[in-house]
């Protein structure tokens, strides 16, 4: 008897957690819908709570050190407290609401390379170990998002990586503690000018906040320099403004104003 209830507080024989998505895909600001399934082991159990969040992979830089972690973000609890009986199922179905500034997975089908999103079910367990389970997302673009891509595409810029980055943009309102880059190799009309053309979204319900980083090219004598542009896109007109002759004006404005394309 001794030996099962030490069994018991190791989590042995304990409940099992499943999560089963509708649909993986959603975009920033929508939601996931589904059902979590928690099946009763071997003797009855208190549930403390079930919850639902979204993990990602993020870079965060400490010191002269730099690393990657997982960071777990935007919690919400399914349940609040409950018993559950051995062998007993109960199932649970939820809505989950993605946040507007979820980091995107995907571009037209093809993932992002570098980027990890996953939907984590936790179940805590009374005098327990928690038990979980993790299922992957794919983010697509907001309709913003996805013209502002396709005009860089348009342009001659090529999708390098993607990553997440721990911390605040300085100007910037932001509700979640890291925020992504989106790194293209430069179109041949600039590449004299940057290494690469870094992008990043902060989206909300109304608004689009867009920050261009241009990492420039260091000459002989020089040292490379990042020339940042900021500017804010409205979901409900984006479609009335031509993107490419847009970005490529304030690209070739910026790199000339600071001497570094003729």
Known sequence: MVFKRLMQAMGVGGPSVETVLANPNCRPGGQLTGTIAVTGGDHTVDISYV???LLTRVEVESGDNEYTTNQDFHQQRVT???QLAAGQRYDIPFRFDVPWET???????QHLHGMTMGLRTELEVARSVDSGDLDPIAVHPLPAQERLLEALLRLGFRFARADVERGHIY?????LPFYQEIEFYPAPQYAGAMKQLEV???AGPRQLEVVLELDKRGGLFTEGRDVFGRFTVDHATVDQVDWAAQLDGWLRQSLSRRGLFG
Not at 103 to 109: A, S
Request: charged share 5%.
């Open 80 to 82: 609040g407290a409950f």
């Open 51 to 53: 919850a639902l969040g």
């Open 103 to 109: 980091p995107l997975t995907e571009l037209y089908g």
């Open 200 to 202: 990043t979204f902060v």
């Open 171 to 175: 100007g910037v309102h932001q509700t």
